[in-house]
Protein backbone atom coordinates (compact mmCIF):
# COMPACT_ATOMS: atom_id res chain seq x y z
CA UNK A 1 0.00 0.00 0.00
CA UNK A 2 1.46 3.45 -0.63
CA UNK A 3 0.10 4.68 2.43
CA UNK A 4 2.00 3.77 5.77
CA UNK A 5 0.67 4.44 9.06
CA UNK A 6 3.30 5.26 11.48
CA UNK A 7 1.81 5.44 15.12
CA UNK A 8 4.72 5.28 16.92
CA UNK A 9 6.89 7.78 15.13
CA UNK A 10 5.50 10.47 13.30
CA UNK A 11 6.92 11.39 10.24
CA UNK A 12 8.29 15.07 10.65
CA UNK A 13 9.48 17.48 7.84
CA UNK A 14 11.34 21.20 8.68
CA UNK A 15 9.51 23.90 6.85
CA UNK A 16 11.61 27.24 7.12
CA UNK A 17 8.66 30.58 5.84
CA UNK A 18 9.88 34.10 5.32
CA UNK A 19 7.90 37.09 4.76
CA UNK A 20 9.26 40.11 3.57
CA UNK A 21 8.08 43.44 1.79
CA UNK A 22 11.38 44.47 0.24
CA UNK A 23 10.42 47.90 -1.51
CA UNK A 24 11.22 47.78 -4.83
CA UNK A 25 15.38 47.35 -3.37
CA UNK A 26 17.44 45.04 -5.27
CA UNK A 27 18.46 41.99 -3.33
CA UNK A 28 21.61 42.42 -0.39
CA UNK A 29 24.81 40.65 -0.90
CA UNK A 30 23.63 37.85 1.10
CA UNK A 31 20.81 35.93 2.58
CA UNK A 32 22.54 33.40 4.16
CA UNK A 33 21.43 34.68 7.70
CA UNK A 34 17.94 34.93 6.46
CA UNK A 35 17.64 31.45 5.25
CA UNK A 36 19.25 30.14 8.13
CA UNK A 37 21.98 28.80 6.37
CA UNK A 38 24.67 29.43 8.78
CA UNK A 39 23.16 28.12 12.05
CA UNK A 40 21.23 25.30 9.74
CA UNK A 41 22.00 21.63 10.18
CA UNK A 42 20.50 20.86 6.31
CA UNK A 43 17.61 19.56 7.44
CA UNK A 44 15.27 21.85 6.17
CA UNK A 45 13.25 20.39 4.04
CA UNK A 46 11.40 23.12 1.92
CA UNK A 47 11.50 27.00 2.23
CA UNK A 48 8.79 29.02 1.19
CA UNK A 49 9.72 32.85 0.55
CA UNK A 50 6.79 35.44 -0.01
CA UNK A 51 8.10 38.89 -0.79
CA UNK A 52 5.91 41.57 -1.82
CA UNK A 53 7.03 44.97 -3.70
CA UNK A 54 9.00 42.93 -5.72
CA UNK A 55 10.49 45.32 -8.69
CA UNK A 56 8.72 43.49 -11.68
CA UNK A 57 12.11 44.01 -13.73
CA UNK A 58 12.81 40.77 -15.41
CA UNK A 59 15.95 39.50 -15.94
CA UNK A 60 16.88 37.68 -19.37
CA UNK A 61 20.25 35.73 -18.98
CA UNK A 62 21.29 34.77 -22.47
CA UNK A 63 22.89 31.63 -20.56
CA UNK A 64 19.56 30.57 -18.56
CA UNK A 65 16.61 28.83 -20.25
CA UNK A 66 14.37 31.31 -18.17
CA UNK A 67 13.23 34.70 -17.54
CA UNK A 68 13.37 35.35 -14.19
CA UNK A 69 13.72 38.33 -11.32
CA UNK A 70 16.21 39.14 -9.48
CA UNK A 71 15.01 37.77 -6.25
CA UNK A 72 14.26 34.48 -7.57
CA UNK A 73 17.86 34.34 -8.40
CA UNK A 74 19.75 35.64 -5.99
CA UNK A 75 17.43 32.90 -4.03
CA UNK A 76 18.31 29.91 -5.94
CA UNK A 77 21.55 30.52 -6.28
CA UNK A 78 22.12 30.44 -2.41
CA UNK A 79 19.97 27.39 -1.78
CA UNK A 80 20.30 25.03 -5.27
CA UNK A 81 23.59 23.94 -4.36
CA UNK A 82 22.13 22.01 -1.55
CA UNK A 83 19.91 20.39 -3.24
CA UNK A 84 16.28 22.59 -3.30
CA UNK A 85 14.01 22.64 -6.45
CA UNK A 86 11.64 25.92 -6.94
CA UNK A 87 8.87 26.30 -7.81
CA UNK A 88 7.96 30.04 -8.62
CA UNK A 89 4.69 32.01 -8.97
CA UNK A 90 4.93 36.03 -9.76
CA UNK A 91 2.20 38.27 -9.81
CA UNK A 92 2.11 42.24 -9.66
CA UNK A 93 5.22 42.54 -7.60
CA UNK A 94 4.27 39.72 -5.26
CA UNK A 95 6.71 36.51 -5.26
CA UNK A 96 6.10 33.04 -4.26
CA UNK A 97 9.06 30.73 -4.09
CA UNK A 98 8.90 27.24 -3.08
CA UNK A 99 11.84 24.92 -2.53
CA UNK A 100 12.32 21.20 -1.56
CA UNK A 101 14.82 18.89 -1.38
CA UNK A 102 14.93 17.37 -4.55
CA UNK A 103 14.76 13.94 -3.13
CA UNK A 104 11.00 14.87 -2.07
CA UNK A 105 9.56 15.87 -5.37
CA UNK A 106 8.11 12.41 -6.14
CA UNK A 107 5.76 13.39 -3.38
CA UNK A 108 5.19 16.88 -4.02
CA UNK A 109 1.92 16.68 -6.39
CA UNK A 110 -0.05 18.77 -7.92
CA UNK A 111 1.12 21.93 -7.99
CA UNK A 112 -1.14 24.49 -8.78
CA UNK A 113 -1.09 28.55 -8.11
CA UNK A 114 -4.04 30.50 -8.35
CA UNK A 115 -3.30 34.76 -8.06
CA UNK A 116 -5.68 38.03 -7.51
CA UNK A 117 -5.48 41.34 -7.59
CA UNK A 118 -7.54 42.97 -4.87
CA UNK A 119 -8.92 47.34 -4.94
CA UNK A 120 -11.15 48.81 -7.33
CA UNK A 121 -9.77 51.51 -9.84
CA UNK A 122 -5.86 50.59 -9.01
CA UNK A 123 -5.65 52.14 -6.17
CA UNK A 124 -4.70 49.32 -4.16
CA UNK A 125 -2.86 47.93 -7.59
CA UNK A 126 -0.10 46.14 -6.42
CA UNK A 127 -2.04 44.63 -3.53
CA UNK A 128 -3.56 40.98 -3.49
CA UNK A 129 -2.41 37.83 -3.18
CA UNK A 130 -0.92 34.57 -4.50
CA UNK A 131 -0.67 31.43 -3.07
CA UNK A 132 0.47 27.67 -4.10
CA UNK A 133 -1.48 24.15 -3.41
CA UNK A 134 0.20 21.01 -3.56
CA UNK A 135 -0.23 17.49 -2.04
CA UNK A 136 2.65 16.96 0.57
CA UNK A 137 2.99 13.03 0.91
CA UNK A 138 -0.46 12.40 0.58
CA UNK A 139 -1.90 15.97 2.30
CA UNK A 140 -2.83 19.30 1.11
CA UNK A 141 -0.84 22.02 1.70
CA UNK A 142 -1.51 25.89 0.91
CA UNK A 143 0.26 28.48 0.82
CA UNK A 144 -1.15 32.07 0.91
CA UNK A 145 1.62 35.19 0.54
CA UNK A 146 -0.55 38.41 0.96
CA UNK A 147 -0.34 42.08 0.66
CA UNK A 148 -3.24 43.73 2.17
CA UNK A 149 -3.98 47.11 2.41
CA UNK A 150 -2.22 49.96 4.68
CA UNK A 151 -3.11 52.41 6.98
CA UNK A 152 -4.31 52.18 10.12
CA UNK A 153 -7.89 53.00 9.29
CA UNK A 154 -8.38 50.16 6.73
CA UNK A 155 -8.61 47.62 9.13
CA UNK A 156 -11.95 46.35 7.75
CA UNK A 157 -10.69 46.98 4.08
CA UNK A 158 -7.86 44.25 5.25
CA UNK A 159 -10.36 41.78 6.05
CA UNK A 160 -12.79 42.62 2.99
CA UNK A 161 -9.75 41.74 0.86
CA UNK A 162 -8.61 38.69 2.78
CA UNK A 163 -12.28 37.33 2.16
CA UNK A 164 -12.02 38.45 -1.35
CA UNK A 165 -8.95 36.33 -2.30
CA UNK A 166 -10.15 33.66 -0.25
CA UNK A 167 -13.17 33.71 -2.41
CA UNK A 168 -11.34 34.00 -5.46
CA UNK A 169 -9.19 31.33 -5.52
CA UNK A 170 -10.39 28.14 -6.15
CA UNK A 171 -8.40 25.44 -7.66
CA UNK A 172 -8.84 22.60 -10.32
CA UNK A 173 -10.04 19.34 -10.09
CA UNK A 174 -8.78 18.75 -6.36
CA UNK A 175 -10.76 17.31 -3.14
CA UNK A 176 -9.84 20.97 -1.76
CA UNK A 177 -10.89 23.28 -4.06
CA UNK A 178 -10.57 26.33 -1.80
CA UNK A 179 -7.68 27.53 0.54
CA UNK A 180 -9.54 26.77 3.30
CA UNK A 181 -10.56 23.35 2.40
CA UNK A 182 -6.59 22.24 2.18
CA UNK A 183 -5.60 20.08 5.92
CA UNK A 184 -3.28 22.90 6.12
CA UNK A 185 -2.91 26.64 5.23
CA UNK A 186 0.36 28.94 5.78
CA UNK A 187 -0.91 32.24 5.90
CA UNK A 188 1.49 35.13 5.54
CA UNK A 189 2.72 38.27 3.99
CA UNK A 190 2.81 42.11 4.61
CA UNK A 191 -0.84 42.29 6.08
CA UNK A 192 -0.77 45.56 7.03
CA UNK A 193 -2.25 45.35 10.42
CA UNK A 194 -2.04 48.42 12.71
CA UNK A 195 -1.56 49.15 16.37
CA UNK A 196 -4.56 50.95 17.41
CA UNK A 197 -5.23 53.67 20.45
CA UNK A 198 -1.66 53.92 21.94
CA UNK A 199 0.19 57.11 20.66
CA UNK A 200 3.16 57.09 19.30
CA UNK A 201 5.52 57.71 22.64
CA UNK A 202 3.39 54.82 24.43
CA UNK A 203 4.35 51.99 21.52
CA UNK A 204 8.39 53.24 21.53
CA UNK A 205 8.67 52.47 25.10
CA UNK A 206 7.13 49.38 25.29
CA UNK A 207 9.24 48.66 22.13
CA UNK A 208 12.35 50.61 24.22
CA UNK A 209 11.84 48.29 27.43
CA UNK A 210 10.93 45.30 26.10
CA UNK A 211 7.33 45.32 27.37
CA UNK A 212 6.08 44.16 23.92
CA UNK A 213 2.75 42.71 25.70
CA UNK A 214 1.32 46.05 26.01
CA UNK A 215 1.14 46.33 22.52
CA UNK A 216 -0.32 42.99 21.49
CA UNK A 217 -3.83 43.28 22.90
CA UNK A 218 -4.21 46.69 20.53
CA UNK A 219 -2.27 45.01 17.35
CA UNK A 220 -5.93 44.84 15.15
CA UNK A 221 -4.72 41.12 13.49
CA UNK A 222 -5.34 40.18 17.10
CA UNK A 223 -8.37 42.54 17.76
CA UNK A 224 -10.12 40.70 14.45
CA UNK A 225 -9.54 37.35 16.01
CA UNK A 226 -12.23 37.89 18.26
CA UNK A 227 -15.04 39.32 15.85
CA UNK A 228 -13.84 37.70 12.17
CA UNK A 229 -15.20 34.48 11.36
CA UNK A 230 -12.87 33.61 8.75
CA UNK A 231 -10.24 33.87 10.97
CA UNK A 232 -11.36 30.61 13.07
CA UNK A 233 -8.47 28.36 13.39
CA UNK A 234 -5.77 30.91 12.26
CA UNK A 235 -3.07 30.04 15.07
CA UNK A 236 0.25 32.43 15.15
CA UNK A 237 3.40 32.37 17.42
CA UNK A 238 3.86 35.10 20.11
CA UNK A 239 4.85 38.21 19.16
CA UNK A 240 8.23 38.74 20.85
CA UNK A 241 10.79 40.60 18.45
CA UNK A 242 10.01 44.38 18.15
CA UNK A 243 7.40 45.42 15.45
CA UNK A 244 9.19 45.59 12.26
CA UNK A 245 7.55 48.24 10.12
CA UNK A 246 7.96 51.53 9.60
CA UNK A 247 11.92 52.09 9.24
CA UNK A 248 14.47 54.89 8.01
CA UNK A 249 15.83 52.35 5.22
CA UNK A 250 19.52 51.58 5.99
CA UNK A 251 18.80 51.70 9.32
CA UNK A 252 16.84 50.21 12.72
CA UNK A 253 15.57 53.21 13.07
CA UNK A 254 12.36 53.62 13.36
CA UNK A 255 10.21 56.36 11.03
CA UNK A 256 11.43 59.84 11.40
CA UNK A 257 10.11 61.62 8.23
CA UNK A 258 7.33 63.60 8.06
CA UNK A 259 4.80 61.20 8.32
CA UNK A 260 6.07 59.20 11.48
CA UNK A 261 4.87 56.34 11.11
CA UNK A 262 4.11 54.43 14.26
CA UNK A 263 5.19 51.21 14.37
CA UNK A 264 3.52 47.88 13.75
CA UNK A 265 3.74 44.57 13.11
CA UNK A 266 2.64 44.18 9.80
CA UNK A 267 4.61 41.17 8.45
CA UNK A 268 2.84 37.90 10.08
CA UNK A 269 3.22 33.88 9.79
CA UNK A 270 0.04 32.20 10.30
CA UNK A 271 -1.31 28.80 10.13
CA UNK A 272 -4.65 27.03 10.39
CA UNK A 273 -5.19 23.08 10.21
CA UNK A 274 -8.69 22.08 8.81
CA UNK A 275 -11.25 21.13 11.34
CA UNK A 276 -12.27 18.13 11.11
CA UNK A 277 -14.32 16.03 13.75
CA UNK A 278 -12.22 14.12 16.43
CA UNK A 279 -11.40 10.60 15.98
CA UNK A 280 -13.46 8.13 18.72
CA UNK A 281 -11.72 7.42 21.69
CA UNK A 282 -12.08 3.59 20.73
CA UNK A 283 -9.94 3.66 18.02
CA UNK A 284 -6.72 2.25 18.33
CA UNK A 285 -3.08 3.84 18.25
CA UNK A 286 -2.66 2.55 14.78
CA UNK A 287 -5.96 3.83 13.76
CA UNK A 288 -7.43 4.07 9.93
CA UNK A 289 -6.30 6.19 7.42
CA UNK A 290 -9.53 7.83 7.26
CA UNK A 291 -9.34 8.60 10.54
CA UNK A 292 -5.63 10.01 10.40
CA UNK A 293 -6.53 12.19 7.56
CA UNK A 294 -6.56 15.25 9.71
CA UNK A 295 -3.71 14.72 12.06
CA UNK A 296 -1.08 16.92 10.89
CA UNK A 297 0.61 18.28 13.92
CA UNK A 298 2.35 22.03 13.64
CA UNK A 299 5.30 22.45 15.76
CA UNK A 300 6.79 26.28 15.93
CA UNK A 301 10.49 26.34 16.67
CA UNK A 302 11.39 29.75 15.70
CA UNK A 303 8.81 33.46 14.91
CA UNK A 304 11.34 36.30 14.44
CA UNK A 305 12.62 39.16 12.77
CA UNK A 306 15.90 39.76 11.03
CA UNK A 307 16.74 43.33 12.36
CA UNK A 308 20.45 43.38 10.01
CA UNK A 309 18.63 44.03 6.42
CA UNK A 310 18.16 47.25 6.32
CA UNK A 311 17.90 47.65 2.32
CA UNK A 312 13.84 48.10 3.00
CA UNK A 313 11.51 50.32 5.46
CA UNK A 314 9.96 46.47 6.64
CA UNK A 315 12.85 44.04 8.48
CA UNK A 316 11.96 40.27 7.16
CA UNK A 317 10.22 37.66 9.45
CA UNK A 318 10.76 34.39 9.72
CA UNK A 319 9.31 31.25 11.65
CA UNK A 320 10.82 27.68 11.50
CA UNK A 321 7.89 24.56 11.66
CA UNK A 322 8.12 20.89 12.43
CA UNK A 323 4.88 19.08 10.35
CA UNK A 324 4.49 15.48 11.74
CA UNK A 325 2.32 13.39 9.02
CA UNK A 326 0.78 10.41 10.64
CA UNK A 327 0.94 8.84 7.08
CA UNK A 328 2.42 9.00 4.03
CA UNK A 329 2.37 8.33 0.75
CA UNK A 330 5.71 7.76 -0.33
CA UNK A 331 5.42 5.38 -3.49
CA UNK A 332 6.80 7.16 -7.09
CA UNK A 333 4.31 6.61 -10.00
CA UNK A 334 7.59 5.90 -12.32
CA UNK A 335 10.62 3.96 -11.18
CA UNK A 336 13.49 4.36 -13.18
CA UNK A 337 16.41 1.55 -13.25
CA UNK A 338 19.95 2.48 -14.76
CA UNK A 339 23.03 1.04 -13.90
CA UNK A 340 25.81 2.47 -11.69
CA UNK A 341 28.05 3.40 -14.56
CA UNK A 342 27.92 4.21 -18.62
CA UNK A 343 30.96 3.38 -19.63
CA UNK A 344 30.70 2.82 -23.13
CA UNK A 345 27.73 4.07 -25.54
CA UNK A 346 26.27 0.39 -25.17
CA UNK A 347 25.66 0.97 -21.46
CA UNK A 348 23.42 4.07 -22.07
CA UNK A 349 20.35 2.69 -21.64
CA UNK A 350 17.30 2.50 -18.75
CA UNK A 351 14.18 0.54 -18.17
CA UNK A 352 11.15 2.40 -16.41
CA UNK A 353 8.14 0.75 -14.43
CA UNK A 354 4.57 2.90 -14.16
CA UNK A 355 2.40 2.72 -11.37
CA UNK A 356 -0.88 1.23 -11.86
CA UNK A 357 -2.70 4.45 -11.28
CA UNK A 358 -0.37 6.27 -13.48
CA UNK A 359 -1.73 7.97 -16.81
CA UNK A 360 1.23 7.96 -19.12
CA UNK A 361 0.98 10.06 -22.45
CA UNK A 362 2.61 9.13 -26.05
CA UNK A 363 4.69 12.83 -25.18
CA UNK A 364 6.38 11.90 -22.19
CA UNK A 365 10.29 11.69 -22.01
CA UNK A 366 13.01 10.90 -19.86
CA UNK A 367 15.78 13.39 -19.27
CA UNK A 368 19.25 13.27 -18.93
CA UNK A 369 20.47 15.69 -16.41
CA UNK A 370 23.55 16.40 -15.24
CA UNK A 371 23.80 16.85 -11.15
CA UNK A 372 23.16 20.40 -10.47
CA UNK A 373 20.83 21.11 -13.05
CA UNK A 374 19.28 23.93 -12.82
CA UNK A 375 15.51 23.17 -13.64
CA UNK A 376 13.45 20.45 -16.41
CA UNK A 377 14.33 22.54 -19.37
CA UNK A 378 17.92 21.26 -18.55
CA UNK A 379 18.54 18.47 -20.22
CA UNK A 380 21.65 16.89 -21.54
CA UNK A 381 19.99 14.87 -23.85
CA UNK A 382 16.37 12.89 -23.45
CA UNK A 383 14.85 10.06 -25.21
CA UNK A 384 10.71 9.65 -26.10
CA UNK A 385 9.21 7.19 -23.13
CA UNK A 386 7.76 4.78 -25.83
CA UNK A 387 5.72 2.13 -24.82
CA UNK A 388 4.35 -0.04 -28.09
CA UNK A 389 1.12 -1.27 -27.95
CA UNK A 390 2.68 -4.81 -27.88
CA UNK A 391 4.26 -3.69 -24.61
CA UNK A 392 0.84 -2.70 -22.75
CA UNK A 393 1.27 -5.58 -20.22
CA UNK A 394 4.49 -5.46 -20.46
CA UNK A 395 6.07 -4.91 -16.49
CA UNK A 396 9.20 -3.24 -17.93
CA UNK A 397 9.77 -0.52 -20.54
CA UNK A 398 12.92 -0.70 -22.34
CA UNK A 399 15.08 3.67 -23.67
CA UNK A 400 18.24 3.58 -25.35
CA UNK A 401 20.18 6.81 -25.46
CA UNK A 402 21.74 7.65 -28.79
CA UNK A 403 25.60 8.84 -28.84
CA UNK A 404 24.05 12.21 -30.06
CA UNK A 405 22.45 12.27 -26.97
CA UNK A 406 25.42 11.71 -24.41
CA UNK A 407 27.40 14.14 -22.48
CA UNK A 408 31.13 14.82 -24.24
CA UNK A 409 32.44 15.36 -20.22
CA UNK A 410 31.93 12.13 -17.83
CA UNK A 411 30.22 13.51 -14.68
CA UNK A 412 27.45 12.37 -12.36
CA UNK A 413 23.55 12.73 -13.78
CA UNK A 414 20.96 11.60 -13.03
CA UNK A 415 17.66 10.50 -15.53
CA UNK A 416 14.57 11.99 -14.75
CA UNK A 417 10.56 11.28 -15.92
CA UNK A 418 8.80 13.67 -17.47
CA UNK A 419 4.84 13.17 -17.21
CA UNK A 420 2.98 15.41 -19.63
CA UNK A 421 0.05 15.26 -18.28
CA UNK A 422 1.05 16.45 -14.90
CA UNK A 423 3.53 18.49 -16.19
CA UNK A 424 6.59 17.68 -14.11
CA UNK A 425 9.10 15.05 -13.76
CA UNK A 426 7.34 12.01 -11.86
CA UNK A 427 10.20 9.87 -11.65
CA UNK A 428 14.11 10.13 -10.78
CA UNK A 429 17.46 8.13 -10.19
CA UNK A 430 19.90 8.98 -8.03
CA UNK A 431 23.21 10.20 -9.23
CA UNK A 432 24.90 7.31 -11.29
CA UNK A 433 28.68 8.08 -13.35
CA UNK A 434 28.91 8.17 -17.19
CA UNK A 435 32.51 8.06 -18.14
CA UNK A 436 32.39 7.69 -22.02
CA UNK A 437 36.34 6.77 -24.08
CA UNK A 438 37.17 10.68 -25.61
CA UNK A 439 35.91 10.99 -29.01
CA UNK A 440 35.93 14.18 -31.02
CA UNK A 441 32.33 15.03 -32.32
CA UNK A 442 30.26 18.12 -32.03
CA UNK A 443 28.00 17.56 -28.74
CA UNK A 444 26.03 20.41 -27.32
CA UNK A 445 26.96 22.53 -24.40
CA UNK A 446 25.27 22.46 -21.00
CA UNK A 447 23.51 26.15 -21.20
CA UNK A 448 20.25 26.55 -22.46
CA UNK A 449 19.00 28.64 -24.75
CA UNK A 450 16.31 31.40 -24.39
CA UNK A 451 12.43 30.88 -24.45
CA UNK A 452 9.56 33.64 -24.15
CA UNK A 453 7.77 32.81 -20.45
CA UNK A 454 4.22 33.11 -21.30
CA UNK A 455 2.75 35.32 -18.48
CA UNK A 456 2.96 37.06 -15.75
CA UNK A 457 1.62 33.49 -13.58
CA UNK A 458 4.16 31.29 -15.25
CA UNK A 459 5.80 28.61 -12.95
CA UNK A 460 9.26 27.64 -13.16
CA UNK A 461 11.42 24.94 -11.76
CA UNK A 462 14.80 24.70 -11.40
CA UNK A 463 16.50 22.07 -9.20
CA UNK A 464 20.31 21.49 -8.28
CA UNK A 465 22.36 18.26 -5.94
CA UNK A 466 24.24 19.58 -3.23
CA UNK A 467 26.51 15.90 -4.42
CA UNK A 468 27.15 13.73 -6.15
CA UNK A 469 25.43 11.39 -4.67
CA UNK A 470 22.89 13.05 -2.49
CA UNK A 471 21.61 11.87 0.95
CA UNK A 472 22.12 7.83 -0.31
CA UNK A 473 20.06 6.66 2.95
CA UNK A 474 17.07 8.98 2.87
CA UNK A 475 13.67 7.62 2.52
CA UNK A 476 15.27 4.76 1.79
CA UNK A 477 15.82 5.22 -1.85
CA UNK A 478 18.09 3.36 -4.23
CA UNK A 479 19.73 3.77 -7.34
CA UNK A 480 17.10 2.18 -9.06
CA UNK A 481 14.53 4.02 -7.08
CA UNK A 482 12.60 6.56 -8.42
CA UNK A 483 12.70 9.80 -7.47
CA UNK A 484 9.69 12.28 -8.71
CA UNK A 485 8.87 15.85 -9.02
CA UNK A 486 5.74 17.57 -9.14
CA UNK A 487 5.65 21.57 -9.94
CA UNK A 488 6.15 22.88 -13.44
CA UNK A 489 2.62 24.02 -15.50
CA UNK A 490 5.17 25.96 -18.24
CA UNK A 491 5.69 24.18 -20.84
CA UNK A 492 9.05 21.90 -21.52
CA UNK A 493 12.81 21.12 -22.22
CA UNK A 494 14.14 23.75 -24.50
CA UNK A 495 17.65 23.62 -25.79
CA UNK A 496 18.51 25.18 -28.96
CA UNK A 497 22.02 23.40 -29.34
CA UNK A 498 20.31 19.96 -28.83
CA UNK A 499 18.93 18.17 -31.60
CA UNK A 500 14.98 18.74 -31.36
CA UNK A 501 12.77 15.65 -31.21
CA UNK A 502 11.27 15.53 -34.93
CA UNK A 503 8.10 13.49 -36.11
CA UNK A 504 8.80 10.75 -38.88
CA UNK A 505 6.77 12.99 -41.11
CA UNK A 506 6.20 16.61 -39.93
CA UNK A 507 2.22 15.61 -39.08
CA UNK A 508 2.08 15.78 -35.04
CA UNK A 509 -1.26 13.79 -35.02
CA UNK A 510 0.87 10.97 -36.55
CA UNK A 511 3.36 11.31 -33.25
CA UNK A 512 0.61 10.94 -30.80
CA UNK A 513 -0.77 7.36 -32.38
CA UNK A 514 3.18 6.54 -33.40
CA UNK A 515 3.83 6.71 -29.37
CA UNK A 516 6.75 8.90 -29.93
CA UNK A 517 8.98 10.43 -32.29
CA UNK A 518 11.15 8.72 -34.95
CA UNK A 519 14.75 9.06 -33.43
CA UNK A 520 17.11 10.26 -36.68
CA UNK A 521 13.93 10.99 -39.38
CA UNK A 522 13.90 14.85 -39.82
CA UNK A 523 11.38 16.78 -41.31
CA UNK A 524 9.60 19.29 -38.72
CA UNK A 525 11.35 19.78 -35.38
CA UNK A 526 9.62 20.91 -32.20
CA UNK A 527 10.53 20.61 -28.33
CA UNK A 528 9.05 17.72 -26.06
CA UNK A 529 5.63 18.59 -24.99
CA UNK A 530 4.79 22.09 -26.75
CA UNK A 531 2.85 20.81 -29.78
CA UNK A 532 0.47 19.25 -27.17
CA UNK A 533 0.67 22.00 -24.71
CA UNK A 534 -3.26 23.79 -25.20
Same mark, same amino acid.
Given at each position: ?????LPE????????? +????????T *? *??????? $??L???????DMY #??????V??? +? /?K???????T???S??C???????G??L???R??? @???LI??????L???R?V?T?T?????G??????????A???????S???????????????????????S???Q???E??????V $??????F???D??F??E?????V????I &???????LW????????????????????G????? *?????D?????YD?????R?????????W?Q?????A?????K????????????V??H???????????????VS? #?????F??R???P???I???????????????F? @??? /??????W?W #?G????????H?D???????K???? &???R?E???I??????P?????????Y??N???S??G?T??????L???E?D???? &???????E???????????H??S *??K??????RS???????S?????????????????????E???????????S?QQ?R????SR?
Amino acid at each position: SPYRSLPEMAYSRRVHI +ITWNVGSAT *P *PDDITSL $LGLNVGDGNTDMY #IIGLQEVNSM +I /NKRLKDVLFTDQWSDVCMERLSPFGYVLVSNRMQG @LLLLIFAKYFHLPFLRGVQTETTRTGLGGYWGNKGGISARMSVFGHSVCFLNCHLPAHMENSDQRMEDFESILQQQQFEGQAAVGV $LDHDLVFWFGDLNFRIEDLDMQVVKSAI &DNNKLSILWEKDQLNLAKDSETVLEGFQEGPLKFP *PTYKFDVGTDTYDTSGKKRKPAWTDRILWRQRATAPAAPSVGKRGSISGLTSGIKVMQHSYRSHMEYIISDHKPVSS #IFTLQFPYRVDVPLVTIIVEDEWNSIEDAKAAFK @LAP /NYSRSSWDW #IGLYKVGFKHHKDYVGYVWAKQEES &DFYRQEHQVIFTEEELPKSSGDFILGYYSNNMSSIVGVTEPFQIQLPTTEHDSSSS &DSSDFSSEDDSTVVMKMRSHSSS *PQKGKAGSHRSGSRSHSGSRSGSPTQAQIKEPVTADGATAERKSAGGPAEGSSTQQFRPGEESRK
